[in-house]
């Protein structure tokens, strides 16, 4: 029998991570419906898990933090980078 995909839209993954890191404002409003577990691409989770674990100690959210923050935070990421 095979393997059935899960429906999933990568361009929309992309385009609300591409919308938190240029107004990283609309995060928190965001957070309340989109959880990690929603998104489907693995590195998407571990972008949107960055961003929040960013929020929740009021740090500054951009493509360079956002990058980094895996290797200031005792955040439990494995290594990547945005363009994995």
């Keep these: 029998m095979p393997e059935t995909i899960s429906p999933h839209n990568t361009d929309a ?3 609300l991570l591409g919308a938190a890191l240029v ?13 990690v577990q929603d998104f489907f691409i693995v590195r ?9 674990a960013m929020l ?7 493509l360079v ?5 895996p290797k200031a935070l005792p955040v439990d ?4 980078t945005i363009d994995d």
């Design 13 to 15: 993954e992309r385009a």
């Design 65 to 69: 933090t956002t990058c980094e923050q």
């Design 44 to 52: 998407h989770r571990w972008i949107w898990e960055a961003l929040l």
């Design 77 to 80: 990421l494995p290594n990547w």
């Design 23 to 35: 107004n990283p404002a609309c995060i928190p409003s965001t957070a309340l419906i989109v959880q």
């Design 56 to 62: 929740r100690i009021s740090s500054a959210i951009d």
